[in-house]
């Protein structure tokens, strides 16, 4: 089965990949947000890149090759996870998102030594194949040093080999990497194909539970990979952000006592500006539709130009959500920034 069968919204990106297959270009960049399917994506194209009978540029599923795939021994792909990644998507990974450990940190990052282990394994001739392929994810991970050993082997990458580099955030890649591969975009499903999806894995509440997700409903298997808030944390922040200008510090302090992973909370706050936003320009919102009244309430008062400034920060917050410091206090900063950001929308409304 296609991969485009189980994901219909990667139909596009797929037949972009399908005709690189006969000419593979030294690096490919396949990017799309956590949820979107480019992972996925990207494991099926480096499938059908060592497939020995691949059919319309897809892997076939039954060669020899594509069993060692399957069993994830094939010597000639390699796969370059981060810990957190590698424990999410255990070789050989069946397409299920495992629940990580518990009592054990795992790094999120691609670390430098793996980096240098790719030019090492490209140094020797294919065992197998005509080609290789190396997967890396989260490629936005890597850092200048990891993204510097990187450039050498793209530079002047192995004839026959290709680098599959997966990223959730393009925009943290290097220039330098970037402007050497062939760029895939991974656009999130139609909120029709999502309903869809999520009907299709028996899912209660189809259009709330996509909404919550943000559109993407692949998250919906990433619930234990601390991706999202918990369902209460959830609405006790939207409660909050409801309030609007009227939200004190004291409501702030007396609701976030505990921390909060910050990645979820920005992505939740930034969908709800993004609600607010597309209200006051005359669109449609489109994550929560159960706060649909203080959306419109909140939208009517809005100097859009001066709200843009909170986005601003929402995202400087979501590229440093992994900086070690305290969860709470900066939950409870982004919150009342976001109450000081109306207050002074409306006063120069």
Request: aromatic share 6%; charged share 25%.
């Amino acid at each position: 089965m296609e991969i485009t069968d189980l994901y219909p919204w990667l139909e596009r990106p797929a037949a972009a990949l399908r005709k690189m297959r006969d000419k593979l270009p030294g690096g490919v960049l396949i990017y799309g947000p956590r949820g979107s399917g480019a992972y996925e994506l990207a494991a099926s194209f480096a499938a059908s890149v060592v497939c020995s009978s691949p059919k319309d540029g897809v892997a076939c599923g039954s060669c020899a090759d594509c069993r060692l795939v399957q069993a994830g021994t094939h010597p000639d792909l390699k796969y370059v996870l981060s810990e957190t990644e590698a424990a999410l998507r255990p070789e050989p990974w069946n397409g299920k998102i495992q629940p990580l450990p518990k009592g054990k940190s795992f790094s999120k990052q691609i670390l430098i030594e793996q980096v240098r282990e790719i030019g090492e394994y490209l140094s020797v001739t294919a065992f197998r194949s005509d080609h290789r392929a190396v997967l890396i994810y989260p490629a936005d991970s890597m850092g200048e040093d990891q993204s510097s050993a990187l450039l050498k082997t793209l530079e002047e990458p192995p004839e026959g080999a290709v680098l599959i580099l997966v990223a959730d955030d393009v925009s943290s890649i290097l220039p330098t990497i970037r402007s050497r591969c062939q760029l895939v975009r991974v656009a999130p499903p139609t909120r029709e194909q999502g309903i869809a999806y999520l009907k299709s894995q028996k899912v209660r509440n189809p259009e709330s539970e996509l909404a919550r997700l943000g559109g993407l409903p692949l998250l919906i298997h990433e619930s234990g990979a601390n991706l999202l808030l918990e369902k209460k944390d959830e609405k006790m922040i939207l409660d909050l952000l409801a309030k609007g200008a009227l939200m004190t510090s004291g409501d702030v302090l007396e609701a976030v006592k505990n921390d909060l992973t910050i990645g979820p909370l920005v992505a939740v706050m930034q969908r709800w500006c993004w609600d607010i936003s597309s209200q006051s320009m005359g669109l449609e919102s489109r994550y929560f539709p159960d706060y649909a009244a203080a959306v419109q309430s909140l939208s009517a008062q809005i100097d859009i130009r001066r709200f843009q400034e909170f986005n601003a920060k929402l995202n400087q917050a979501s590229r440093s959500k992994d900086h070690p410091l305290s969860k709470k206090l900066v939950a409870q900063t982004l919150l009342m920034d976001y109450a000081s950001a109306l207050k002074a929308s409306q006063k120069n409304y």
